[in-house]
């Protein structure tokens, strides 16, 4: 469970507040996923990078900003969210080319 | 275009009893296809994988899982059920090549309950 890590575990936020989840994989990896798990719901895929640029964003609002340094890094920046936003965020790794991917323990997000 | 179909949102099962948990897809390649498992409050881990290699799969835990094309069906097996297997399952179907990364769909996960 070591190959990727995040923090925080947790976060707690108010809708005016400005915080970053932060992700560092260890595996060697050149692609690096944001995914958000909401309660009932499939998981959804919200950001992909490749080889440090990303290639996928799926319609995700603005208020969510990634931003990946280098291939073992990842970023979401946070700010202005809404109660709705609250959810587990798994950040993921893999080769670019190959589909198995490898998570981290995620970040619970409550947003108040 | 890829899908995936978990047909059970929620299985129970005793305790020592066999495990079944159903997945079928769509796609419009050679598809690789995948299990993971998600325990409360945990990051999903990799169970096992199909690349196109033989078509029933062994994985970590126990499981294992076989690849049926005419069926379009992956579904995920245990012979016992442990009570440690109690977690959400995920079905994951993937094509390759269409991108500079691999894209992958998840299912929406079957949660398996198992009953001392």
């Known amino acids: 469970e070591t190959g990727v890590t995040q923090t925080p575990r947790h976060l707690v936020m108010g809708m005016t507040n400005k915080k970053s989840l932060k992700c560092e994989q260890h595996?060697?990896?050149?692609?690096m996923y944001w995914y958000k798990q909401s309660a009932k719901k499939p998981l959804e895929l919200m950001f992909v990078y490749s080889l440090e640029e990303r290639v996928e964003n799926n319609s995700v609002p603005s208020r969510f900003s990634p931003e990946c340094p280098n291939s073992s890094h990842l970023f979401l920046h946070l700010h202005t969210l809404q109660p709705e936003d609250s959810a587990l965020y798994l950040c993921?790794?893999?080769?670019?080319?190959?589909?198995?991917?490898?998570f981290g323990p995620g970040t619970r997000l409550t947003v108040t | 275009a890829q899908s995936v179909t978990q047909l059970d949102s929620h299985v129970s099962v005793s305790e020592g009893t066999p495990v079944l948990l159903r997945c079928n897809y769509s796609s419009s390649y050679s598809p690789s296809l995948f299990w993971y498992v998600q325990h409360p409050n945990k990051g999903l881990q990799l169970l096992l994988k199909?690349?196109?290699?033989?078509?029933l799969v062994k994985g970590i835990n126990g499981f294992e899982a076989e690849f049926k094309k005419s069926e379009t069906s992956f579904h995920l097996t245990k012979p016992s059920a442990h009570m440690s297997d109690a977690a959400e399952y995920f079905c994951?179907?993937?094509?390759?090549?269409?991108?500079?990364?691999?894209?992958?769909?998840f299912g929406p996960g079957t949660s398996l309950s198992v009953i001392p």
């Open positions: 595996l060697g990896h050149n692609a």
């Open positions: 993921a790794s893999s080769q670019h080319d190959r589909a198995e991917q490898y």
């Open positions: 994951v179907v993937s094509d390759h090549g269409k991108t500079s990364y691999d894209k992958v769909i």
């Open positions: 199909y690349t196109s290699a033989a078509t």
